[in-house]
């Protein structure tokens, strides 16, 4: 969405422009930091014309080289290709930072479409670039872009070359750079790169050891290998084999990954390897691929011990219990012993206050494969405080078909419970639940209301559009720009269920502050009336920027997350990189709006997500932010929750694993640089007692 600088851009601006004819002081720092934030304010208005990137033009020509890297990177996150000119001028900046940060913002310019022409560029520059940093964003730039067959094998050709220095292996910064374009670059084509000269490098790279001190280079670019190995279908028994006694997590993780590729005959071994690793992660994706096979006598008995409570001197990690309960939700040979165990585990008593997981997992896995036994157990899940066990406890309702906890559960304080008693209703009753759906749609939370219009897709109930009109106005009364999906879900029911009846009551959202909900309504009203309508959306004010203070502050601050139970995660943001959106985390965080929160997500080896005050998806805060891309979601980067372009929620997520994938589509706000043991631990339901903000220097 493009927007006309607003007034407050102009006057950082015009201030930056007078403070930049002052000689220099001791305020200079502060000067900066004002013409940075002059930069992120004009990247924020999206400018696809306009003062605001001209400045941004103009500021990639600046005398400060602290100054050019941002505004270049500024004009990447752009995602034109119109801007591509200043970009290629920049990959010859004097300043290696500025032609690092124009390599990728070369590449981010033509994010998802044709890279071809950005392809000469790239590949010209690396032919004289010598600095590492500037040759490494080289690397991984190049194999970012979306590429025909022929100039993925010309990428594929450089990344191999670059991959060597004076006829040895390059150095690690460079090397990790190499191997983020392999790997773009595999799953750009679907691995049909990787065979011949790049597969026989990659099997080299797998044990990359470059004889520095620091092994994180190392480790990223083994593993990287080992998984574009993998996914294409070259990681035999015995590389497999190497990968799962690596040093490092990431690496045996990666390696255990993949133990579906080899041979039935070699599986056994290699997951025994897994299993016997003493990483978890890795543990995890043995777990994982027991999960993916038949329920054999063997497989189950392994699910069942792994459910069972662990002796008090044995410590198992509650992720690894959870996954085992739910493989037992199919059927085993002995289904005795399956039941047995599933019922120890989800009696009331076993519903521990912090780790409840195993026992609501059990509740819903013995409710697939022993519907009766769940009767007498479903009661002390139904009443319990935690709003996550009740949850679980409406799903076990729904699979056994209890209509009476089902409609119990509809009034719950917790729209979460309701959803999911929702949910089962209208699974069982299919159009005689269109009277509950109705009710819930008086509930202002997203997930509700769109499980509730999704449910009555149909509807022969007559008050049903005006009923949806009603939460359509609920749900805009606080202008928020993060209940769009559930605005828009309500629009295209009504429009279904509604008519010209309703059309006056439509037409002021018109010019709603979304612009897409104002481009449904005029759908709808054309549908309706069978004339033309026209959206005159008027978009809020974006997210304030922080002041030069503080920038400066953010900068010199850690944010702490006080877990239940009393572990700590520190967190060191990225102010300069992610201005936006590390300012509105830090202003919650310092504001104590996490307190009392959970991470609602928990998806093994990938990310824990959290900050919603509803403990779902749909509702975060207020109004969206922009991304602000380019930083990498190694292992412990912290990033924000979106649902498409430019839809920061104010929600976090943390990487449990390097998860490459998500690259300059997702924004890094941070990185946990103490307490990963504790986020490794965390799981669905983890609450945030409390966040601090602590002063670093």
């Known amino acids: 969405m493009t927007r006309l600088l607003n007034g407050r851009i102009l006057l950082v601006l015009t201030t930056v422009s007078v403070a930049s ?9 502060s000067r900066s930091n004002a013409a940075f934030l002059s930069i992120v304010a004009a990247e924020d208005a999206r400018p696809t014309g306009g003062p605001a990137l001209v400045r941004l033009h103009i500021l990639a020509d600046s005398d400060s080289r602290f100054i050019r890297a941002a505004a270049v990177r500024a004009l ?20 290696p930072e500025v032609r690092a940060e124009a390599a990728n913002a070369l590449a981010q310019a033509y994010f998802g479409v044709s890279g071809g022409e950005a392809l000469g560029p790239l590949l010209e520059r690396a032919e004289v670039e010598h600095d590492l940093t500037a040759r490494a964003a080289l690397a991984s730039s190049m194999g970012r872009l979306v590429l025909n067959a022929v100039d993925a094998e010309r ?3 450089a990344l191999i070359e670059m991959s060597y220095a004076h006829g040895t292996d390059a150095p690690g910064e460079l090397m990790e750079g190499v191997a983020l374009g392999i790997d773009a670059l595999s799953r750009s084509t679907g691995a049909d790169v990787v065979h011949g000269r790049l597969a026989r490098r990659l099997d080299a790279l797998r044990l990359y050891a470059d004889g520095s001190v620091t092994r994180q280079h190392q480790a990223r670019v083994r593993a990287l290998a080992v998984n574009v190995l993998g996914s294409a279908g070259l990681l035999d028994r015995e590389r497999m084999r190497i990968a799962l006694r690596d040093e490092n997590v990431v690496v045996k993780t990666a390696g255990a990954r993949w133990i579906e590729m080899l041979p039935p005959d070699q599986r056994g071994e290699a997951l025994r390897q897994a299993m016997f690793s003493r990483s978890v992660p890795a543990q995890t994706e043995g777990l994982r691929f027991i999960l993916s096979q038949p329920r054999t006598a063997r497989t189950c008995e392994y699910l069942i011990s792994g459910a069972q409570a662990p002796p008090p001197d044995l410590f198992v990690p509650v992720g690894l219990r959870v996954l085992s309960i739910d493989g037992l939700a199919k059927a085993c040979p002995d289904l005795i012993a399956q039941r047995d165990v599933l019922s120890t585990v989800a009696a009331p008593d076993q519903i521990d206050s ?36 009740r949850t679980y406890a409406a799903q076990a309702a729904s699979i056994i078909g209890d209509r009476s906890v089902l409609r119990m559960l509809l009034t719950d304080p917790a729209s979460n419970v309701r959803t999911e008693a929702l949910r089962g209703l209208t699974r069982l009753d299919g159009r005689a639940a269109d009277r509950a759906a109705i009710e819930q749609l008086t509930i202002v939370d997203p997930q509700l209301v769109m499980t509730a219009s999704a449910a009555l897709a149909g509807s022969p109930e007559p008050d049903a559009g005006a009923a949806l009109a009603d939460a359509l106005d609920r749900m805009s009364v606080e202008r928020r720009e993060t209940f769009r999906d559930a605005r828009r879900a309500l629009l295209d029911r009504l429009k279904e269920l509604g008519g010209s009846e309703l059309s006056e009551r439509l037409i002021p959202y018109l010019s709603d502050y979304d612009p897409l909900v104002a481009q449904d309504v005029a759908g709808v009203l054309e549908a309706w009336e069978g004339r033309r309508y026209f959206p005159t959306p008027i978009p809020p004010e974006s997210i304030a920027l922080p002041t030069v203070e503080d920038l400066e502050e953010m900068a010199r601050s850690t944010v702490v997350l006080h877990m239940q139970g009393g572990g700590e995660i520190h967190m060191a943001l990225h102010p300069y990189e992610a201005t936006t959106n590390t300012w509105r985390f830090f202003q919650q965080a310092r504001d104590g709006d996490f307190n009392g929160l959970t991470f609602h997500r928990w998806a093994p080896n990938f990310v824990i997500q959290g900050g919603s005050p509803n403990a779902n998806e749909y509702y975060g805060d207020g109004p969206f932010s922009r991304d602000e891309v380019g930083m990498h979601h190694w292992r412990g980067s912290v990033g924000i929750s979106t649902r498409g372009h430019d839809t920061g929620d104010g929600q976090i997520f943390v990487n449990l694993l390097d998860n490459t994938r998500l690259d300059h589509q997702y924004t890094v706000i941070g990185m946990v640089t103490d307490g990963l043991d504790v986020v490794d631990e965390v799981n669905e339901g983890g609450m945030i007692q409390r966040t601090e903000v602590r002063p670093t220097r």
């Open 21 to 29: 004819c002052a000689p220099a002081d001791a305020n200079r720092a």
């Open 155 to 157: 990428v594929s050709d």
């Open 354 to 389: 912090i780790a409840w997981q195993p026992a609501s997992r059990a509740l819903v896995a013995l409710a697939q494969i022993a519907p009766a036994t769940v009767v007498d157990i479903l009661p002390g899940h139904v009443g319990h405080s935690n709003p996550f066990v």
């Open 76 to 95: 990447g996150r752009l995602e034109n290709p119109d801007v591509a000119d200043s970009l290629e001028r920049a990959l010859s900046d004097p300043a």
